[in-house]
């Protein structure tokens, strides 16, 4: 069975511009989550998502956001970049909420 | 709000040695705990899930405990080999209405040939 997969895995931007991110669950997988990892702040939860809905978002600001399309694939976008943005995003999915969340090999964002 | 902490923040042991690593959490009303293996610049290799109900669980040479109560688990690493050098993260699963993770800062454990 495939793992999670991202992509991209690298991208370098400029402040200002926008990104779009996407995660590809285990097949089956509908619960959809996403975190930031950088040195300082360590694991941030960003969102989760479950059947295209919205369950949970953390406390990020409204440039960023997500969604999820019915076959449980996500994308997250990230508005206006700034510096601060440089980071590894983490995408993980889990079948339901008591069962092991697995990551994928994350998006190496890069904000000149 | 659940905070998660990690202790010691990085460890250096000698190869063969056993050795603990220790994860504790303030909001004891969770669904379960989650120990992850992060090597340098990669994603998040799950280990081993404790769901609130259990004490413990065994992967190998790795055992992690759950004593919920007082806020604690603990993963166990026998014969520790140069291959498990890496970041150790925690991870506690809170459940409710807050379907996320939430991290402790990791361990990084160097074992040395």
């Known amino acids: 069975k495939a793992g999670v997969t991202q992509t991209p895995r690298y991208l370098i931007k400029t402040r200002g511009q926008q990104v779009t991110l996407s995660c590809s669950p285990i097949?089956?997988?509908?619960?959809v989550s996403w975190y930031q990892q950088t040195p300082g702040q360590g694991l941030q939860f960003l969102f989760e998502?479950?059947?295209?809905?919205?369950?949970n978002k953390g406390n990020f600001p409204g440039r960023f956001s997500g969604r999820q399309f019915s076959n449980s694939r996500s994308e997250m976008n990230v508005s206006t970049l700034e510096l601060g943005d440089s980071a590894l995003y983490l995408c993980?999915?889990?079948?339901?909420?008591?069962?092991?969340?697995?990551f994928g090999p994350g998006t190496r964002l890069t904000v000149l | 709000k659940q905070e998660v902490t990690q202790i010691p923040a990085a460890l250096s042991v000698p190869e063969g040695e056993n050795l603990v690593l220790n994860c504790s959490f303030t909001?004891?009303?969770?669904?379960?705990l989650q120990w992850f293996r992060q090597d340098p610049g990669k994603g998040l290799t799950s280990l081993l899930l404790?769901?609130?109900?259990?004490r413990e669980q065994t992967s190998g040479r790795l055992n992690a405990s759950l004593d919920k109560s007082s806020g604690r688990s603990t993963l166990y690493i026998a014969a520790s080999q140069p291959g498990d050098s890496a970041t150790y993260l925690c991870?506690?699963?809170?459940?409710?209405?807050?379907?996320?993770?939430?991290f402790g800062k990791g361990t990084l454990l160097t074992v040395n040939p």
């Open positions: 993980a999915s889990r079948l339901g909420i008591t069962d092991t969340q697995y």
């Open positions: 097949s089956g997988h509908r619960s």
């Open positions: 998502y479950f059947s295209e809905t919205q369950r």
């Open positions: 909001d004891s009303a969770i669904y379960n």
């Open positions: 404790i769901q609130s109900s259990q």
């Open positions: 991870a506690v699963n809170s459940g409710g209405s807050n379907y996320k993770l939430t």
